[in-house]
């Protein structure tokens, strides 16, 4: 009777991990329609940002975020998402960082993570202005203080 019992808890335990890493692994072909036509929109945009005129010190940044997010889908893809706050940014790069093979590295997800955060900052001006102004004043405060961290960190570099 208690090994029934015992390895019923087994067969839940390995179905639950199961639900788990099936969810994890999520392809592109099992999202919903809806979901796949708002992404599908933003891979037809420009595949590459012209970062002739940020500092020169983003370029590695810059490198590293065209090497690691094209191995799934285009560059167009976040290029063009209407991801835009430092908030959002850190949120979602840490969602494609632990996708199982992302071969990417918490400080390599931290320089892409400043890259977008920068290039959304003025790529991106009127869309992160009206996130802002939709924000409650605690979120604001917090994603204002990460613009300023990453244009302290790199302006004039
Ligand atoms: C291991 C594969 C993989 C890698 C590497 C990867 N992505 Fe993704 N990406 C996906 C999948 C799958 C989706 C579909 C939605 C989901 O699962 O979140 C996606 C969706 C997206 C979206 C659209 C999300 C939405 O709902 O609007 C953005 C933006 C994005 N990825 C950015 C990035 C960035 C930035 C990187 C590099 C840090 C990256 N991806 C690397 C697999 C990957």
Redesign the pocket.
């Known amino acids: 009777m208690k090994n029934i019992v015992t390895s019923r808890k087994l067969l839940f335990a390995a179905m639950a991990l199961a639900l788990v890493w099936a969810g994890a692994a999520?392809?592109?072909d099992q999202?919903d329609a809806a979901?796949k036509a708002?992404?599908d929109a933003?891979e037809k945009g420009p595949a590459s940002i012209d970062i002739s005129k940020y500092p020169s010190a983003l370029k590695d940044n810059y490198d590293l975020?065209s090497q690691?997010?094209t191995?799934?889908?285009k560059l167009s893809?976040?290029i063009n998402?209407?991801?835009a706050l430092p908030s959002e940014w850190s949120r979602?790069?840490k969602?494609?960082?632990r996708?199982?093979?992302?071969g990417?590295s918490s400080s390599e997800?931290k320089q892409?993570y400043e890259f977008?955060a920068y290039d959304s900052s003025v790529r991106k001006k009127a869309a992160v202005d009206a996130k802002l102004a939709a924000a409650t004043p605690e979120d604001r405060a917090a994603d204002e203080a990460k613009i300023k961290e990453v244009h302290d960190k790199y302006d004039g570099k």
């Open positions: 999520r392809a592109d999202m979901t708002r992404i933003f975020f690691k997010c191995q799934c889908h893809r976040p998402s209407d991801y979602y790069v969602r494609m960082m996708k199982p093979g992302s990417i997800a892409i977008l």
